[in-house]
């Protein structure tokens, strides 16, 4: 498909303009979590989702314990889009959602959500050694796409780490096997804003979470609802009302969005050059904003993952930490972290005592760094 002169300068200028509001990640995340809120309706006070998420701010964490629970995936991703600061688009693959309460207030203070591990990633390979067969791999590999604390019982308690720790544990892993029918024994996540931190929340969590090194992929942020509708429309429209991208696609959004991206670059190079190099050089300025992640990765306590994951053997074999990886044995290592970090912010006076869930009240108050 070939555009004309007038219509390649159109959609160019269209993606530019998006694109150019963004210096940094959070820059993104926040007009993407925004242009998703907006339009939400406030509940009544008593009805709300957020009645069911953790607000006993008093309590110290060696009076919490926790439990896994999953719940109907309309209710969690309605949850999850008040708490979480990106927008939690679904991935093809694997997904499992589940949700932690602490036990005591039958409350929610966190959402996590496995799924297939991506295709290619150098810090895996250099775990490895080498580029894994993908059949053997992702049978026995999984990552943590959303790992989201309720606030500010994340902040105040130090929630990620529980979390991610519960991710590595073997009542986490059970409960993957028994679905997929088959026995991990990779976890991997990445943290949320690359290195624009300096650090991750998953620092400092060995053994149960190891930091294996920096992602280096870039890629093209994904287009939000408003502007990808308007385009995917206007492009049915100029390709005769075909779709561009077969209905059956895994990735559609991606297909799409990448799909419309070339259509541009071809037009653009056979009408106007200088448009066209402007373009380019545009998309991969805006390509930038996406930082390097640091990647982590956790064997669940087995000595040989590694010899498993490349296919030299089926047989697993526990390492002498193996039983550290029990969710007691990974609340009890939090609590004493918790602990620590909550008794220096009562000190401090900095405990922080207000829910913050994400409506269009709230929007543009709540920190998208936290």
């Known amino acids: 498909m070939i555009l004309n002169k007038e219509d390649s300068i159109f959609a160019a200028t269209k993606l530019m303009k998006y694109f150019r509001d963004f210096n940094r990640i959070d820059d993104y995340f926040r007009a993407?979590?925004?242009?998703?809120?907006?339009?939400?309706?406030v509940p009544?006070?008593?009805?709300?989702l957020e009645d069911d998420m953790f607000q006993q701010f008093d309590m110290h964490p060696e009076d919490m314990n926790f439990k896994i629970a999953t719940i109907p995936n309309k209710t969690y991703d309605a949850m999850i889009e008040k708490v979480a600061?990106?927008?939690?688009?679904?991935?093809?693959?694997?997904?499992?959602?589940?949700?932690?309460?602490?036990?005591?207030?039958?409350?929610?203070?966190?959402?996590?959500?496995?799924?297939?591990?991506?295709?290619?990633?150098?810090?895996?390979?250099?775990?490895?050694?080498?580029?894994?067969?993908?059949?053997?791999?992702?049978?026995r590999a999984i990552m943590g796409f959303h790992i989201v604390a309720t606030q500010?019982?994340?902040?105040?308690?130090?929630?990620?780490?529980?979390?991610?720790?519960?991710?590595?544990?073997?009542?986490?892993?059970?409960?993957?096997?028994?679905k997929y029918d088959t026995e991990f024994c990779l976890f991997e996540t990445t943290s949320l804003y690359?290195?624009?931190?300096?650090?991750?929340?998953?620092?400092g969590m060995r053994p149960f979470l190891r930091y294996k090194g920096d992602t280096q992929s870039k890629f093209l942020l994904t287009l939000g609802e408003e502007i990808y509708f308007e385009l995917r429309d206007w492009f049915t429209e100029k390709n005769g009302g075909e779709d561009l991208i077969h209905k059956g696609a895994s990735s559609r959004k991606l297909e799409m969005q990448t799909k419309i991206v070339g259509i541009i670059k071809q037009s653009l190079s056979k009408h106007d050059t200088k448009a066209f190099e402007l373009f380019s050089k545009e998309i991969a300025k805006a390509s930038d904003v996406t930082t390097q992640k640091r990647f982590y990765m956790s064997t669940y306590g087995y000595e040989n993952a590694r010899d498993v994951l490349l296919g030299k053997t089926d047989t697993l074999t526990k390492a002498e930490n193996f039983d550290r990886f029990e969710l007691d044995g990974v609340i009890s290592w939090w609590k004493k972290l918790a602990s620590k970090r909550y008794n220096k912010l009562v000190e401090e006076n900095r405990l922080r005592k207000e829910l913050e869930v994400w409506t269009k009240d709230t929007m543009h108050k709540i920190d998208i760094i936290r």
Do not use: Q
């Open 44 to 48: 009544l006070p008593g009805f709300g």
């Open 152 to 178: 500010p019982w994340g902040f105040n308690c130090l929630g990620l780490k529980l979390l991610a720790g519960i991710c590595c544990s073997h009542e986490s892993r059970r409960m993957l096997n028994k």
């Open 194 to 203: 690359g290195n624009i931190k300096g650090a991750s929340a998953y620092d």
């Open 32 to 41: 993407r979590k925004i242009e998703r809120v907006k339009d939400l309706p």
């Open 85 to 139: 600061s990106f927008s939690p688009d679904e991935n093809p693959g694997k997904t499992h959602k589940m949700v932690v309460y602490e036990t005591t207030t039958n409350t929610i203070v966190g959402f996590i959500r496995f799924g297939s591990p991506l295709i290619n990633s150098k810090p895996r390979n250099d775990f490895l050694g080498d580029v894994p067969d993908l059949d053997i791999f992702n049978k």
